[in-house]
């Protein structure tokens, strides 16, 4: 009963008043289409000819013509629909079947990505499809033929009935005038008018017949509308009630006017064209849009195909050709055709313009026509998709997706805009209607050319239809609708098969706006954002418990029980930060799992690789407690310092971390409390300068903590120096200069707050100098790239800094040659800047000059001569005379040294005569 309720309420919802278009569903944003398929801006016209092409003309022109010119990037698109080897799987079975249905000798099971859920809804109107075998079986209606869709369902039978559904699946008309089983054939061809009050039938052996669908009356039957010996194979309303289009299997397309004198109705056709200048395959009349007042509400167009080239055509006014493209394929493939009305964003603002998609074979081509006028219409190619299978059939589900049926019975849902599959669904069980008989024109002799035969062995132009987002499958006992799910059906789908994890990842993908093929929506963000957060917290709470009780290993190794946690936690997590709703996180979810010490442990555990990526700043005071203490009591310290320092300060107990820190050495869990929770740059910097003093001063042996403490010390100033957060981030710029002024004066303190009687002065500069000169200097030297130090007041801050440098290296002799040459390489490479302002005494330069190249002093001979060849490179010996620089580096046989000044002369003979002398490096 449920089933049959669900079957009836699928066919209603396709017959549901026809709402506005949602723009946040219906709109094609060109700009924003992948860019293997970007949108050429320029909006090309079709070349211009001195006489309009005739239909005629443009069907004798050889199959082999150039395309018209595209885009380069169009033409280059050999990437096919997304579809993995890995997600596919193949069975071979022998079977063949007959000759109304397709060769398939190749099946391909049915393909559910995981990204998108089960997208398609498959029911069976079971109403009907008893009623359709009833009907062959007691009254010989006869087998399905062809269908059409609108606010009624017709299927025409191979007897030539007519049976007439409604929404309820009501048998309301059976129509047949008892000629038509004998003579007129099946029916190859249905249309419905707009008000769905009349119904064009076309039968197999040429003749068509008008029914009235308010009293069933049979109002017209035409028999002389084309030549005879032709099956219909097309048929088709226009918006002007009096004009239908159709085509035979001759090849031939006709226009058919209906009109009535003196209450006697009457009819007369007039071909557009003869099939014996090319066969048309297809056609397809665009219907007018949603929107009033269009420019395209003048003008009556179709679009028709031959087995070589897309044409279209205005019938109204008058007939003009507007576009031909050539259509190449498979001799045993049809074209395919499909149009449909989509918002098209522009520099000018939306429009509704018709986008038109062909294909054949296994590529499918969109173009979109932009209509400024009814005598300015133009054709703009948009994208070009291959795919890996050859269709048979195509159709727009709506603005962003279409449909297609490939040759094994196999339906594709195809996100246009970014070439990619959603799902596949097998549906040959369906055992689609094919129109193959009437192709081959068989109720007539057969008379038709071998290519239309042998393309139409896998025609279903007539058998598959779409009505307002639903696509109606005919089968040769059953009738079924294809929908595409809603948002919140597609989450159901899977959580209650229990996919939970899929279903979860489904929702965050609706919430960020990532999914495809959405329906149901509200436009508006925040809206749309609430109802999916609720719904995505509902599935969550139901795996949680799931994960909590049902799902839990009973049995088993204590890893069984591990591992199933490790794949529960990381979801749990990611859901609840993606919808900013921590505090479910930290309290129903957090609360259902603390009550197994296993799964509370791997929870808190599962924290970390958010925390350190900056997902989570946030967490609630009990918790952080919790995960403190887990970290303790595994002896994971350095790992709690990590995520410390990538924590809200709000979030902890500041007295029990920051005594942690200090008791086990965390220090930049240190620096960052102290930072964050109170603004203090400079207290943790004295506490730990006071630390390297006492080895670094005392020349005691640096252990591998205190070099851990310097080299964090180091990196800390310079951060603060340039403005930058330790470890991470930026420092408010409110604070800023505040904190740079402040540490270069703690540094630059003559003495610290409580000197012992022995401590130098400067001790803080001193102790980083003698860690490492280099690292300190280029710190320096990156802060003095700084703004502030461009003022006058900076200025002179960078001199006195200069100052106490050379006061602490130069006047005594406790820094080694290297240490002493990188204060000089770093000062002159600052005076050789344009806006220097530093000075120093040529002075001190010639005493850093002659103590690095006293010849008396054999310690250190390398070091000295490597910090004479950086004086050299960084330019600070400019100033001093080349042969006295030369005579002074022959002395101390810095041969190094020589070859750099020789060379410059080009005095390459004493190039190598020193570099034979060095001894340093001559091979033993």
């Avoid at 000819?49 to 395309?67: A, Y």
């Avoid at 929404?167 to 089983?181: E, V």
């Avoid at 026509?369 to 133009?378: E, G, I, R």
């Amino acid at each position: 009963m449920a089933e049959s309720e669900e079957e009836s309420s699928c066919l209603q919802q396709v017959y549901v008043e026809k709402q506005e278009l949602d723009d946040s569903e219906d709109v094609l944003d060109l700009d924003s289409i992948d860019v293997r398929y970007e949108i050429d801006d320029r909006e090309f016209d079709l070349p211009e000819v001195s006489v309009p092409q005739s239909l005629e003309s443009i069907l004798n022109e050889p199959d082999d013509l150039p395309e018209i010119e595209e885009d380069p990037l169009f033409l280059e698109q050999a990437e096919t629909a997304s579809v993995t080897s890995d997600a596919v799987s193949f069975a071979n079975n022998g079977a063949t079947s007959g000759r109304s249905t397709p060769s398939r000798q190749v099946r391909k099971d049915s393909i559910q990505y995981p990204l998108h859920g089960s997208v398609l809804r498959h029911v069976v109107l079971r109403g009907i499809s008893s009623q359709i075998v009833s009907a062959a079986e007691r009254v010989n209606a006869g087998l399905p033929s062809a269908m059409a869709v609108s606010a009624v369902v017709a299927i025409g039978s191979t007897h030539g009935v007519v049976l007439i559904f409604d929404p309820k699946q009501t048998l309301k008309l059976c129509l047949s005038n008892g000629q038509t089983r004998e003579q007129y054939g099946a029916v190859s061809a249905l249309a419905l008018n707009n008000d769905c009050t009349r119904l064009l039938v076309g039968h197999a052996r040429g003749q068509i017949t008008m029914w009235d669908l308010t009293t069933g009356k049979l109002l017209r039957t035409i028999t002389d509308a084309h030549q005879p010996g032709s099956a219909i194979l097309h048929i088709q309303f226009t918006d002007d009630p009096t004009l239908a289009i159709f085509s035979d299997s001759g090849g031939s397309v006709f226009e058919l006017n209906f009109r009535r004198l003196m209450g006697v109705r009457g009819s007369d056709s007039t071909c557009i064209f003869s099939g014996s200048r090319g066969e048309v395959c297809s056609i397809l009349v665009l219907h007018a849009g949603p929107l009033q007042d269009h420019p395209l509400d003048d003008l009556s167009i179709m679009a028709l195909a031959t087995m070589s080239k897309v044409i279209v055509i205005t019938i109204r006014p008058k007939l003009r050709v507007l576009f031909h493209h050539p259509l190449r394929g498979n001799s045993n493939t049809l074209p395919l055709l499909a149009w449909h009305y989509v918002f098209v964003q522009q520099q000018t603002g939306r429009t509704l313009e018709p986008v038109l998609a062909f294909a054949r074979s296994s590529t499918i081509y969109f173009c979109q026509l932009v209509c400024k006028s009814p005598d300015n219409v133009q054709f703009v190619l948009l994208q070009k998709l291959t795919v890996p299978y050859v269709l048979i059939h195509m159709m727009w589900i709506n603005a962003k997706t279409l449909i297609t049926v490939d040759s094994l019975e196999r339906m594709h849902l195809v996100d246009v805009r970014h070439d990619e599959e959603l799902q596949v669904l097998d549906v040959g069980d369906v055992k689609l209607v094919y129109g193959s008989s009437h192709f081959k024109s068989l109720a007539t002799g057969g008379n038709v050319s071998p290519a239309m035969a042998l393309a139409g062995e896998n025609a279903c132009y007539q058998s598959v239809a779409l009505f307002r987002g639903q696509v109606l499958l005919l089968g040769t006992k059953s009738l079924h609708v294809f929908t595409i799910r809603t948002w919140f059906e597609r989450i159901n789908y899977l959580a209650r098969q229990e996919h939970y994890v899929e279903a979860l990842a489904l929702a965050l993908s609706f919430y960020e706006g990532s999914a495809r093929a959405v329906i149901g929506l509200d436009s508006n963000v925040e809206k749309r954002k609430g109802l999916i957060a609720s719904k995505l917290l509902r599935v969550l709470y139901e795996f949680v418990e799931a994960s909590a009780t049902k799902n839990v290993p009973t049995r088993g190794a204590i890893h069984l029980l591990v591992e199933h946690y490790e794949s529960v936690m990381p979801v749990c997590i990611e859901s609840c930060i993606s919808i900013d709703r921590t505090d479910v996180l930290f309290g129903d979810v957090y609360d259902r799992f603390s009550q197994d010490f296993v799964a509370k442990a791997l929870f808190l555990e599962s924290l970390e690789p958010y925390i350190l990526d900056d997902k989570l700043r946030h967490i609630a005071p009990a918790v952080m407690q919790e995960l403190v203490e887990n970290y303790e009591e595994r002896k994971e310290i350095d790992d709690l310092e990590r995520l410390i320092v990538h924590l809200d300060i709000m979030s902890m107990n500041i007295d029990h971390i920051v005594k942690l820190c200090w008791k086990h050495s965390l220090y930049d869990g240190i620096i960052y409390i102290f930072n964050q929770s109170m603004n203090d740059y400079i207290s943790p910097l004295e506490e730990l300068l006071n630390i390297l003093m006492d080895s670094i001063l005392n020349k005691k042996d640096l252990t591998d903590k205190v070099v851990k403490l310097a080299n964090k010390v180091l990196v800390y100033v310079s951060c603060c120096l340039a403005g930058r957060a330790y470890p991470v981030g930026d420092i408010s710029e409110s604070i800023m200069l505040q904190v740079k002024t402040s540490v270069l004066k703690a540094l630059t303190v003559l003495h610290t707050k409580q000197p012992a009687e022995e401590e130098p002065v400067y001790p803080y500069l001193r102790t980083l100098l003698h860690y490492s000169t280099r690292e300190f200097l280029n710190a320096l030297a990156l802060a003095f790239e700084e703004p502030e130090f461009e003022s006058e007041v900076g200025r002179q801050q960078k001199q006195r800094i200069v100052d106490i440098l050379l006061q602490i290296m130069v006047d005594n002799m406790e820094f080694s040659p290297t240490q002493v040459g990188a204060l000089f390489t770093f000062l002159a490479r600052q005076m050789a800047k344009a806006a220097n302002t530093i000075y120093v005494s040529r002075m001190l330069f010639e005493q850093v000059l002659e103590y690095l190249s006293n010849p008396n002093d054999s310690s250190r001979h390398e070091e000295r001569e490597q910090a004479l060849i950086e004086l050299l490179h960084a330019a600070g010996l400019q100033q001093f005379d080349e042969e006295r620089l030369l005579a002074l580096a022959e002395r101390a046989e810095f041969y190094r040294v020589c070859e750099l000044l020789y060379d410059k002369q080009h005095q390459y003979d004493k190039v190598l005569s020193c570099y034979l002398r060095d001894t340093s490096r001559q091979v033993s």
